[in-house]
Every structure is written in structure tokens, then in C-alpha cells.
């Protein structure tokens, strides 16, 4: 996933809530790590019952879910074959690593970003073994277990893999290379979690230079989202593994975002994705609930709403198991050099296999002809 960073606006909503804010100053509790960590004060407020809840031994392994028709994230807590774990965190699927460490973290650690992404992880694998069942295939498994990295603070390159740019706020699924270069098949993929954090206002903003105020919401910006805690988040990278083989890792492209927003909000149970307010100083929520209008030009480029939205209509339309198990079937027929143009043939091609009737292919091809209609000279399906 990928957002923006840092608005005007964003900044006079801080500006507005200094006022609630400033009756204490939150410390740095653990739950928002890495140097020159500048945590938002209306955030930390508002999930301190939950972040308390959260670290509480007696909770661990602890992860964080919504309840059905609830607005607030909960604690659980779970444990792996009946038994509380111990040891490195690691099994067939995955392994987990503390920033750029090679030593696998252990359980003993009592990490709770690492329990939670341990949990959901497993959430999704449980999902793509119904899928597979439902495609009656196996979907991707990786050679080697996939290497996930929290609390990461460093961009990725390829060669030296960790470089000195700073990063944050986001989360992200390597090596994000184009697979007819680089990639091998048997090559090792990694999920980093970035740290949530507050960044300094832009140089020329007198506020971020000022002994006792810039490190306040005067002096900085930002959107802190503490990706590793946001299950949706967490679902959302593991399907850019199961899409790997079709789409590659390229990111920005709107069919391999589109798929890992549906398929990472199909197993968040509803559509949206975020939607974890208490970890993030914006809400980061996108709804993909609404029926989505034609195709802009935007959309055919870049990744949005559209694509999402447009397989919410189609899962509403036709039903969980049939749409979900159509869209993988038109996602084989794709590749990393797909655009969205492509989509419309494909999903066609893979409702024609006998599992949609007559009527709901002709109401399917009109559906498609309306969404994905020629526009601003480009050629439509
Ligand atoms: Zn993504």
C-alpha cells in the first residue's frame, strides 16, 4: 500500500486539537518506536485504553480485530496448537525479523506487532486454502517461508537491500522489481512494517525551526499509521504474494493494487480497508461500498477506488464464493504487463466457464461496457 503524506488541512485539524490534546503529553509507550519518534497527541489519546489492553502480558499473544457492526478495535488473544508459543516466530509460511536483523524474534520477546501479523497472516492463509478449494487449485506458496521485517525505518534496494533513506508510515512487499529482470522464482520475498511517525514541516515553515515548539503539531506533519497493527493492512501485502505469479510486485499499478484492496478487505470481512482508527492519526479507511462510476482516465493509471469498488459490486451482484472465485480466475489470465483495459476481457473469458447463467453474462457485459466505456480516445473492451 501506498498514501500521502501530509496535508494543509491535516494540519488544521492538529492545530484545532492541540487544545483537547495538551492536558499531557503522551510518552513513548513502545507502541510507536524508532528514533526521532514525534507520536501524534490526539492518536495516542484515543487508543491508550486499547495500547494498555494490548500490552498486557497476561494478553499475549495478543492481536487486534473489530467485532462485527463494533466501531472500536479489541484485544484477543490466541495460541497455536493449543499451547502458548515459545520460541523463534517462524513456520512454513513466514519468519519474523526486528528491523534489519537476520536472528529470527522470538516469542519471549513479547512483541505485540509481531503476535498480531503472526495471527492475521494466518487469516489470510486460511482464506487463500478456501480459494484454492473454491479455484480447485493450489494458490502461490512461496518456495522459502516470506521474511517479515517490523519496525522498519530504511528504504529497500536491490544489491544492498537496506539503504540510509528514511521511511515510515507505510508497509510494503519486496523485492518490488520487474520479475523479467530480477525476480527469480525461488527468490526469498519480505513484508516490511514501517514505524509510525511524525515528520518535520517543510524547511521554509518558521514553526519547525523553534526551540519548544517544533516538536510539537506546529513544528511537524505527517500520518502516522502503524501498518503492523491494521489487519486489512496485513491482508493487503500477503496478496500481493498470492497475485505475484500474475501481476509481479510492481507497485502504483492499478490492477495489482485492485486486487490486493479486494482480497485484503474481502478477508477483513467488509469493504474497506483500514478502518483500524486507534493506530492511526488520520483515519486511513477507504470504502469500497459504493458503486464506482465509469472509468476516469486517472483510473485506467493509477491505483484507487475504481477497481475495488467495481469487484464489490460484482461480489453484491453474484455472490461471495462465485465472484471471488471468477476474479482469480481472470486475474491467470493476466500478466505484470496488464492494464486495466485488459480486465474486462478477462473477466469475461473466466464467467463463461458455465458457473455464471446466460442473463448474468449479459448483464456482466453491460456492466463492463458502461464501466470500462472508451473514453478520451482510448480504445475500451
Ligand atoms: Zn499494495
Given at each position: 500500500?501506498?498514501?500521502?503524506?501530509?496535508?494543509?488541512?491535516?494540519?488544521?485539524?492538529?492545530?484545532?486539537?492541540?487544545?483537547?490534546?495538551?492536558?499531557?503529553?503522551?510518552?513513548?509507550?513502545?507502541?510507536?518506536?524508532?528514533?526521532?519518534?514525534?507520536?501524534?497527541?490526539?492518536?495516542?489519546?484515543?487508543?491508550?485504553?486499547?495500547?494498555?489492553?494490548?500490552?498486557?502480558?497476561?494478553?499475549?499473544?495478543?492481536?487486534?480485530?473489530?467485532?462485527?457492526?463494533?466501531?472500536?478495535?479489541?484485544?484477543?488473544?490466541y495460541?497455536?496448537?493449543?499451547?502458548?508459543?515459545?520460541?523463534?516466530?517462524?513456520?512454513e509460511?513466514?519468519?519474523m525479523?526486528?528491523?534489519?536483523?537476520?536472528?529470527?524474534?522470538?516469542?519471549?520477546?513479547?512483541?505485540?506487532?509481531?503476535?498480531?501479523?503472526?495471527?492475521?497472516?494466518?487469516?489470510?492463509?486460511?482464506?487463500?486454502?478456501?480459494?484454492?478449494?473454491?479455484?480447485?487449485?493450489?494458490i502461490?506458496?512461496?518456495?522459502?517461508?516470506?521474511?517479515?521485517?517490523?519496525?522498519?525505518?530504511?528504504d529497500?534496494?536491490?544489491?544492498?537491500?537496506?539503504?540510509?533513506?528514511?521511511?515510515h508510515?507505510?508497509?510494503?512487499?519486496?523485492?518490488?522489481?520487474?520479475?523479467?529482470?530480477?525476480?527469480?522464482?525461488?527468490?526469498?520475498?519480505?513484508?516490511?512494517?514501517?514505524?509510525p511517525k511524525?515528520?518535520?514541516?517543510?524547511?521554509?515553515?518558521?514553526?519547525?525551526?523553534?526551540?519548544?515548539?517544533?516538536?510539537?503539531?506546529?513544528?511537524?506533519?505527517?500520518?502516522?499509521?502503524?501498518?503492523?497493527?491494521?489487519p486489512?493492512?496485513?491482508y493487503?501485502?500477503?496478496?500481493?504474494?498470492?497475485?505475484?505469479p500474475?501481476?509481479?510486485i510492481?507497485?502504483?499499478?492499478?490492477?495489482?493494487?485492485?486486487?490486493?484492496?479486494?482480497?485484503?478487505?474481502?478477508?477483513?470481512?467488509?469493504?474497506?480497508?483500514?478502518?483500524?482508527?486507534?493506530?492511526?492519526?488520520?483515519?486511513?479507511?477507504?470504502?469500497?461500498?459504493?458503486?464506482?462510476?465509469?472509468?476516469?482516465?486517472?483510473?485506467?493509471?493509477?491505483?484507487?477506488?475504481?477497481?475495488?469498488?467495481?469487484?464489490?459490486s460484482?461480489?453484491?451482484?453474484?455472490?461471495?464464493?462465485?465472484?471471488d472465485?471468477?476474479?482469480?480466475?481472470?486475474?491467470?489470465?493476466?500478466t505484470?504487463?496488464?492494464?486495466?483495459?485488459?480486465?474486462?476481457?478477462?473477466?469475461?473469458?473466466?464467467?463463461?466457464?458455465?458457473?455464471?447463467?446466460?442473463?448474468?453474462?449479459?448483464?456482466?457485459?453491460?456492466?463492463?461496457?458502461?464501466?470500462?466505456?472508451?473514453?478520451?480516445?482510448?480504445?475500451?473492451?
Amino acid at each position: 500500500m501506498k498514501f500521502v503524506l501530509l496535508s494543509a488541512a491535516h494540519v488544521l485539524v492538529f492545530l484545532a486539537s492541540i487544545q483537547i490534546a495538551s492536558a499531557e503529553y503522551p510518552r513513548n509507550d513502545g507502541m510507536l518506536s524508532g528514533t526521532e519518534n514525534i507520536p501524534d497527541l490526539v492518536d495516542a489519546i484515543n487508543s491508550r485504553v486499547l495500547t494498555k489492553d494490548l500490552e498486557r502480558p497476561e494478553n499475549f499473544p495478543a492481536y487486534l480485530y473489530k467485532p462485527k457492526g463494533s466501531s472500536h478495535t479489541k484485544v484477543g488473544r490466541y495460541f497455536i496448537g493449543g499451547k502458548y508459543p515459545t520460541g523463534p516466530i517462524e513456520c512454513e509460511h513466514l519468519k519474523m525479523h526486528l528491523r534489519q536483523s537476520d536472528e529470527v524474534l522470538t516469542w519471549e520477546s513479547h512483541n505485540t506487532a509481531a503476535s498480531n501479523v503472526y495471527y492475521h497472516v494466518h487469516r489470510a492463509i486460511d482464506y487463500y486454502n478456501w480459494l484454492s478449494s473454491m479455484v480447485g487449485e493450489q494458490i502461490n506458496q512461496e518456495k522459502k517461508p516470506v521474511g517479515i521485517r517490523l519496525e522498519m525505518d530504511v528504504d529497500w534496494a536491490m544489491w544492498i537491500k537496506f539503504t540510509k533513506a528514511e521511511r515510515h508510515n507505510t508497509s510494503q512487499t519486496f523485492p518490488d522489481v520487474d520479475p523479467d529482470k530480477w525476480g527469480t522464482p525461488d527468490e526469498e520475498r519480505e513484508i516490511w512494517f514501517f514505524v509510525p511517525k511524525r515528520k518535520y514541516m517543510p524547511p521554509y515553515l518558521i514553526t519547525r525551526w523553534i526551540p519548544g515548539i517544533k516538536d510539537t503539531v506546529l513544528g511537524t506533519a505527517g500520518f502516522p499509521l502503524d501498518a503492523a497493527r491494521v489487519p486489512t493492512i496485513i491482508y493487503h501485502e500477503w496478496t500481493h504474494l498470492m497475485t505475484r505469479p500474475y501481476l509481479g510486485i510492481i507497485h502504483d499499478s492499478a490492477l495489482n493494487e485492485g486486487y490486493s484492496d479486494y482480497y485484503g478487505s474481502v478477508i477483513g470481512g467488509g469493504p474497506s480497508m483500514g478502518d483500524t482508527e486507534e493506530f492511526s492519526t488520520m483515519p486511513y479507511s477507504r470504502d469500497f461500498s459504493s458503486a464506482p462510476d465509469p472509468a476516469t482516465k486517472k483510473d485506467l493509471v493509477e491505483p484507487g477506488n475504481f477497481v475495488p469498488r467495481f469487484f464489490w459490486s460484482l461480489r453484491k451482484r453474484f455472490g461471495a464464493a462465485r465472484t471471488d472465485s471468477m476474479l482469480w480466475r481472470a486475474l491467470k489470465l493476466l500478466t505484470p504487463k496488464s492494464e486495466l483495459l485488459d480486465l474486462p476481457p478477462a473477466i469475461l473469458k473466466a464467467a463463461s466457464d458455465g458457473t455464471f447463467a446466460p442473463d448474468e453474462i449479459t448483464d456482466l457485459t453491460k456492466r463492463l461496457q458502461y464501466l470500462f466505456a472508451p473514453k478520451n480516445g482510448r480504445k475500451g473492451s
